[in-house]
């Protein structure tokens, strides 16, 4: 059973936690009794209660220095949301090298150094608190859905998906739980900046909704509660699972009437 405060007693570390799904995720990590770290590149929007760290996923010694920091500052690490991203536009003709390795960079590359920094302090909490430490990360349905437009942000979550079910295989034996989530079209500053690029937004948005099975976006704080669960005491055997969070998007075949 989940409680109100599942969480008390354990230290988080969420990236990309200053915007849309990263900072629905630190609210309600906080909400729940977490002490929660938000590491962004640009962390002015960390919410409130959140100790807010300046730190790019790209940048490897920056990192680790936050990460070694909230863990002295906390006494421990339990919990790693692993959410930076970015996205990417166009087929594989569309960008060139240095575009892939931009947003691989940030994508893969950045998710994998922050479980590289973070291990060693989840290894001595998942000592003390089995099943209580995991890293759940920000994949997408991307990942599998074969998406126009989208080749290097798929190919991007595509890594993530498959890092994500490797290193729960990897560190099951340790104690440390590792899943992602997989939305669909949330309703973030990303996509407003993305609605805001059209010459009318406004029906772009009213457009992208009804391509929705529900006929509307997903809500950062939805995926936020997916991330908990997955985080949470109560998902002691989940591993390696990838949880979708898009309105039906890719399990429903919906037929017009
Ligand atoms: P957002 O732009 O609202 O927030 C992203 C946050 O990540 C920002 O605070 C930004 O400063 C931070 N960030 C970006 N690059 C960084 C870096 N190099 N180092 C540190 N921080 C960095 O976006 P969002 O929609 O909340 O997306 C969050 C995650 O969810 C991403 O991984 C994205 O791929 C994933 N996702 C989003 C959607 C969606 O529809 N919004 C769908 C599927 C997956």
Sequence with gaps: MTT???????????????????????????????????????PAGAPQGTLAVKADVTDDMALRTAIDDVA???????????NA???????????????????????????????????????????ER????????TCSIAATAGL????????????????????????????????????????TPWIGRLLDRA??????RAALEARQPTGRLVAAEEVASAVVYLASPAAA???GTALAVDGGMQGLRLRSA
């Design 4 to 42: 109100a405060h599942d969480f008390e007693g354990m230290a988080a570390v969420v990236t990309g936690g200053a915007s849309g799904i990263g900072a629905a995720i630190a609210r309600q990590l906080l909400a729940r009794g977490a002490r929660v770290a938000v590491l962004d590149r640009d």
């Design 72 to 82: 002295q500052e906390y006494g421990a690490l339990h919990t790693v949301v692993s």
């Design 85 to 127: 991203g970015i996205g990417a536009i166009g087929t594989v003709a569309d960008n060139p090298d240095d575009e892939w390795h931009r947003v691989l960079d940030i994508n893969v590359l950045g998710m994998v150094r922050t479980a590289r920094h973070a291990l060693p302090h989840l290894r001595r909490a998942a000592a």
């Design 130 to 137: 089995p099943g209580c430490v995991s890293i759940t990360q």
């Design 148 to 187: 126009p437009q989208r080749a290097l942000y798929s190919a991007s979550k595509g890594a993530v998906l498959s890092l994500t079910l490797a290193m729960a295989a990897d560190h099951v034996r340790e104690g440390i739980r590792v899943n992602c989530v997989n939305p669909g079209t949330a309703d």
């Design 199 to 204: 010459d009318d937004p406004a029906a772009e």
């Design 237 to 239: 055997a989940v591993t």
